[in-house]
């Protein structure tokens, strides 16, 4: 049988219940598991009810599932809300922990430590393994939740032997994160926001980081303000990246169009959430595909690429930042809050794919035309600052110098220039792994789901031995490959978390139909169990 | 290489504003700083058109977003020198909320409001500095809302550096530009200039305009009392110009990135600590 | 011969070309010609050269020609730049207008006075007729103006005797003109707005009639505050609207998906002009088709009408108002400068087609529920300041009453409440005259345009005896219509004023293959002519 | 109806703020004003929470918007009695510009800032009232910016009724808002209330906060003073609640729509003169 477990750990806001799974999840970890973790919370800061299901398996996986194998409750509400969907072999993990807390001394926020120790006890977990984690994670009050752990380690008793497996111990990492440092490794200079869930977290690793990473990291008056901040620094010669969800987004929109007209190069990370408006913004959706693909006014093609996963985040993100540059585009890297703020196993070797690329630079002939109408519609860049350039960018239709025109020769020139540059675009995508297959390759039923749904979606197609496709490149869309993925192909079932199955539309537009739709918006990821349900009955 | 041809209106206090602001960077590069270390960023309005008119690096950015870009452009190298030419519709409407940050956290840049109390661009309809009753074509019965002073706005907000200007004393103005941009922080200096298709107040300005002595220019009291002498909208006051206020603070870009210049930083990160944090 | 004239008059900004071009065009109005102006003006406000185009039809006609009949020049440069454009039988209308002028001791400003008085004379058009209109266009210096034409009018010679028209006089209106009148028609009660070319004439325009129309008008900091403010006033009970162009409709964005989630009844206009950004400020372009059909985060269905003259402005400005109160939701009034700028016979006769239309109000039967779970998704309104009634209208995701949710179920049950809502807003739209056909209705080969291209693409379709379709509303897309349209029709060739042929796209998404492409953006309308040659050639 | 759940942390300074609103609205009734008159408008925060909890009409609107809702909601009906609850996120950061012009404009209603000095629901990041090195998840290393005096702002900015009120004195509190809310214009009280979650500022105020005698509203001159005597962001001065300035204008909706009510307006109107002008 193979490993793979499910833990759920739950409390109210405040008694620190993501904390303590990440702790978990740390600990499997250790042991040589692969680990998907779903952090479940409400937008509130003390009170009410969160949790995190952590998954370890010995494969790699990418979404959690329905049954909980270990409850563990720091509060009556989790055992209520979470008891049925336990397995008929789970087991409550029931422990005296406040007792067990007040007795050696802990705060009563230390229960979560006591919980931990206990079941790490309960599970062969040996004490060397969790201490390390435990000093890892508590920097504060280190003795003190050491002691609580002690305490509930020794009063618990074993029940299993968890096997340890022989595989390296990766690091645990959110899609944040890992975009975050896939940004870094392609030479990000600055990163500006403000805060929005579940981008928030972006800014808090990066400004956590800024002297280990370098870069200027700037919380500015609002998206707007930033949004124009960051083409500025990019005006500058500073790789600059901003993040947000679509509200925030919603207030980009003037900037992008901006960005497009006067080829700065931007990068935008849209993490979303279930809109409209507010809507649910804890939770996570697919429903500004539409929106983030036709972003601004004006005729303008801009990349879009939506990462699956946490090492498709790091990639994903430095090659997009590499693609805004080569290319001055503006550029969206488009998640949700299930990448954002879930935690993955992070697979080490997908650094080596990341690099600074250099973008087109000046070869300092002649004078410096800032438009220059190149053949291949990209125009050579310099930076202010250096003697003998004086570079023009401009939100106006212009010449090649920069200066405004209104001439409708001239006007239709610089279009024809932008639009050359389009082509390039698309060429560059099909250069590009922009269209992922899993599953059965030869399968006649596909699933056909993009960003976050890809985990659930593959591996409810490994299950069922169907195929199934995952576009990461979404603009310019990657026709070519995309046909080619679908070869075979005779019945393609839609899997996305919105309610107009947006990516289906879109694939219309390009003449591929899907039979079947399996669309989910209630605020939540989808389960592989619900997909597989789906496809029996689709 | 310049766009040759200026489309300001005969007799525009666009043209004063371009020469004092051609006359300070002239004056700032004979002094030793490398022309191409000049920035301009432009809104859009009819000052705007500035940027065309200027051989100078520039960005022609949003209407209401050239002090945002500005503080990108700095914050991205804060060797730069950055100017913004901003209109008042731009700078006191559309994006007044960068305006009155920007003052706040004091980052070290320059900027030109063109204050020709209306829009202009587009045909002439009333801003928050245009007065009370102002006959434009959105307010044909006279507008019914006031202006307010943006001199002690920018006060309140903490600016580091006020001053007002007016775009037929050019060479007043050319003073207070080098000043403006020679400050180290956050340098506001608003431009009345007189419209002359929308709101000719040039007959007003050359009777009222007068030089106000330069001093007590730390006092914030002693900025209030000359803020305050002419409020926008009346037309009772003698108006003074000069540099209000000038205090000296740590700059932003300073406080933020220490000595990292953003554009120049190397490239290369080891990120082995970072993934070593989270196993 | 069908009498067609085309006139062109021109000077530098502020020299009255575009003024002395409506007189001219209420001559031939008041001789029973049909009228279309093309006003030509640069992002200036004195100098450079403007020019507007004026064609006088016996038929009705919504477009101008490339041929010039006569030529008015107010400076040297108006000369020089239409010579060429000028017919082979074509004159250039060239008076001693400063003579006239000076001698009659007029200003330099009544030189367009004064070369209109003499082209009336020119083409036989009376004296009264002349004076008439004079004097209702000249309420300042009146006396002066007139004195200045009646010495042009003596001056100048007689050549031509111009038919007088057995056909009802029609008023001259702006595109913009219409639709505000048709928003008042529907029950308007307020107008918000942000100065912004080309839609800055709606503002004008109902400004200048506050009192006559007894409604609101009120001129904010920023698009992004009366938008909101718009949103607030409807849920006071105000039929509110907004205008702007792509810049500002950007900044809107956000509150268009609050209007959505908070079921809040909103029309913007959104006038298009060359983008992105800036752009080409005061010409047209029909490039943000795409971004207005999906502009809001979340799932959302709007509305999208795009009317392609001043009757149709008229009509469609009363219908969407109507229908974003009927369906309680965001609403698109899809136009562009060219509709918006340019001058129409308006055939009075649509005035009876719209009227004020009541929406769901609540029948004040148990506790009021604002978002109430009915079976069409339409929940009954009430507004604030009637006792007994409590209205919460929110932007997060809501029960019935208007209270926030988060859970799962309760999530969906709204989702689902808004999806049944957009069945209706489709039904209604396969009710309405959503897609028009012109010209020869069997032929094999048709010509699909909106908006603004729908005149030249009709005259273009008349001539060379094909079909024409134009698709008015675009969202909910009425595909049946649409079908029923392209019934017969084997060739279909695509006409738009943007680069990326946004609506080909659109229709590809409902599995409608353009087979042509005719697409011009170089700020410019199509003329008829283009249209002849393009179909020629493809 | 109202949520039966409040999800704000124990402590919080929003019950304070909360219950002063529901008495002085209680109070109003009690004079004869109709409850259903009222409409509340929040932003996005922990304090927008407050709709919920609130039996009146209510609009829950966007991050840094209510007060632009607000304006709309008073226009379309002057006779509502509007009150604006905003977080300092709302209303000095994200949506600066509406507060300055509703302000400017001296609309006719009442504007309460819950300022913790933090954004709160997005687990505390500085705000433009959060004071120099404030360590936060975005600041790790502490702000390098300095707070601004939101009231100082107000009164640059022409607001005709500015107040300061905490949230654990809802009794002064609540007189504070029945006072906003009568009066005629734009009312704008800044309220502090500690964040127990992220700027646990309780035990300062509840040393420094003191009632200030409230006399002289209507000089702008004594107004300062009073707003001067604590800085946002310093800890060294008293803090002065209750009101500070209270002026007389003409309120804007009056002077935009004299007695239209555009809400109840007749929808009929004759198009005949309008078309017949354009022949
Ligand atoms: C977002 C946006 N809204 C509106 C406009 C239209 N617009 C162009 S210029 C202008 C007014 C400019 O006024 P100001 O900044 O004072 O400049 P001025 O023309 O008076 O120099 C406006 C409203 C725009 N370009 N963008
Ligand atoms: C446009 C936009 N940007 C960002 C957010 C995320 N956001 C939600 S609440 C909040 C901060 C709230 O701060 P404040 O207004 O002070 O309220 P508090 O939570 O402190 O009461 C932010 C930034 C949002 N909802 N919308
Ligand atoms: S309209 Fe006014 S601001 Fe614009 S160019 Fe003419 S005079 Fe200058
Ligand atoms: S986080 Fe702060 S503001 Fe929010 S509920 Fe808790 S104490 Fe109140
Ligand atoms: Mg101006
Ligand atoms: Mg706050």
Known sequence: MIQDYSILIGGAAGQGSRKAGLIIAKLFSNFGYRIFIYDDYQSLIRGGHNFSHIRASAKKILSHRRKIDFLLALDKNTLEKHRNDLDKKGIVVDLPIKTITKKAGGMPIMENTALIAGFAKMMGIDWETLEKVLKKEFKKLQSLNLKVAKAAFEKTSNLFKLKKLNQKVLPLVTGNQALALGAVKAGLDFYFAYPMTPATGILHYLAAHQEDFNLGVAQLENEIGLVNAAIGAAYSGARAMVGTSGGGFALMVEALSLAAQSETPLVVVESQRPGPATGVPTYTAQGDLLFALTAGHGDIVRFVIAPGDAEEAFFWSGKILNLAWQYQTPSILLIDKEISESTFSFNETVLAEVQYEKPLIWDKNGQYQRYQDTKNGISPLAFPGQKGIITKATGYEHDEFGLTVEEEKKVKKMQDKRLRKFKEMEKAVEELPAVKVYGNKNAKKAIVAWGSTKGPAKEAAEKLGIKMIQPVILQPFPEKQFKKALKGVEKLVLVETNALGQLGKILAGFGFQVNTKILKYNGRPFLPEEIEEGLKHG | ?279
């Open chain 2, 1 to 279: 290489m310049v766009n040759p041809k200026i489309t300001w209106c005969p007799g525009c206090g666009n043209f004063g504003i371009l020469t004092a602001l051609k006359q300070a960077v002239a004056f700032l590069v004979k002094k030793g700083v490398l022309k191409e270390e000049f920035v301009v960023v432009a809104g859009i309005g009819c000052h705007a058109k500035i940027v065309d008119y200027l051989n100078l690096n520039s960005f022609y950015s949003l209407h209401g977003r050239p002090i945002a870009t500005a503080e990108g452009v700095k914050l991205a190298n804060p060797n730069l020198k950055v100017i913004v030419c901003a209109g008042d519709g731009d700078a006191y409407n559309e994006g007044i909320s960068h305006l009155i940050h920007a003052a706040k956290r004091n980052i070290d840049i320059t900027v030109l409001v063109h204050n020709n109390r209306s829009f202009a661009l587009t045909t002439g309809q009333f801003t928050a500095t245009s007065p009370f009753g102002f006959k434009g074509k959105s307010s044909p019965e006279g507008s019914v809302e006031e202006a307010f002073n943006p001199l002690k706005l920018m006060l309140a907000a903490k600016a580091t550096f006020i001053a007002r200007g007016y775009s037929a004393k050019p060479n007043h103005l050319r003073n207070l530009i080098i000043k403006g941009i020679q400050h180290q922080g956050f340098s506001f200096i608003d431009v009345l200039e007189p419209c002359l298709a929308f709101f000719n107040t040039l007959q007003t300005y050359n009777e009222k305009v007068y030089q106000v002595e330069e001093r007590d220019l730390t006092s914030e009291k002693e900025a209030l009392r000359k803020i305050e002498e002419w409020e926008y909208g009346k037309n009772d006051a003698k108006i003074p110009i000069g540099v209000f206020y000038k205090i000296q603070k740590p700059v932003y870009e300073k406080q933020l990135l220490g000595n990292l210049i953003p554009a120049k930083r190397k490239k290369e990160v080891d990120l082995k600590k970072a993934l070593e944090e989270l196993k």
